[in-house]
């Protein structure tokens, strides 16, 4: 089944800097890759997703890349703010449409 | 976006009891529920998935006679944790998703802790 790998497991970066999460897959037929954030106490939420027909797609602060080849992808959050503090999970559907997600990244931004 | 509601929040049982958690998915037809465990400060560990009208699939290592999951409905999906004892005690989230490879949708949560 497919294994989902997710860099770094901690981030801390100043308010107003970049941030970079890095996630890799090993099912070649995974097609749909979502990112969701978790804030403390609450459900994950769905910020950005990509399918494997794209390699790069941007929404505001946040992109997300994949390279098929290479099986990865990644989260680039820019202009960092408090409010972007949370645990955020990659995924990767495998081959049945199950999620399988990553283990998460523990972002702390500060002021 | 949809909105899956997940029912009860939180529940405290006794060893030996049985649980069910109730997963709906309110304004959309879920062909397809995924029940996850998740440990504090821990990743969603997937437990199951089940598609409506047809046994759910389980993960390895996950006890199908312990956890289990119902998908009668278009928009129900069951959990029942069965005999709970203290080391089922964990957070356990349910996904709804209306069609493969798009958003899955998740509950709130529910809390279980097992006296």
């Known amino acids: 089944g497919e294994n989902v790998e997710q860099h770094p497991s901690t981030l801390s970066v100043q308010e107003g800097d970049s941030a970079v999460i890095k996630c890799t897959y090993s099912d070649s037929a995974s097609n749909y890759f979502p990112w969701y954030k978790q804030e403390l106490g609450k459900r994950p939420q769905l910020i950005i997703d990509?399918?494997?027909?794209?390699g790069e797609k941007k929404d505001q602060r946040i992109a997300v890349t994949l390279n098929k080849t290479a099986k990865h992808f990644s989260l680039h959050i820019t202009e960092t703010q408090p409010e972007d503090s949370a645990v955020y999970f990659c995924?990767?559907?495998?081959?049945?449409?199950?999620?399988?997600f990553g283990a998460g990244t523990q972002v702390v931004v500060t002021p | 976006g949809a909105v899956v509601s997940q029912h009860p929040s939180w529940v405290i049982c006794k060893s030996g009891t049985s649980v069910k958690i109730e997963c709906r998915s309110l304004?959309?037809?879920?062909?397809?529920m995924f029940w996850y465990r998740q440990f504090p400060k821990q990743s969603l560990m997937l437990m199951a998935t089940s598609n409506e009208g047809s046994k759910a699939t389980y993960e390895q290592g996950v006890e199908k006679d312990k956890f289990l999951i119902n998908h009668a409905s278009l928009t129900l999906s069951t959990l029942t944790v069965t005999s709970a004892h203290p080391e089922d005690s964990s957070f356990y989230i349910c996904?709804?998703?209306?069609?493969?490879?798009?958003?899955?949708?998740f509950g709130q949560g529910t809390r279980l802790t097992v006296v």
């Open positions: 304004d959309f037809q879920a062909t397809t």
């Open positions: 996904s709804a998703q209306g069609q493969m490879n798009t958003e899955a949708f």
């Open positions: 990509i399918r494997s027909n794209v």
């Open positions: 995924a990767a559907t495998d081959s049945w449409g199950k999620f399988q």
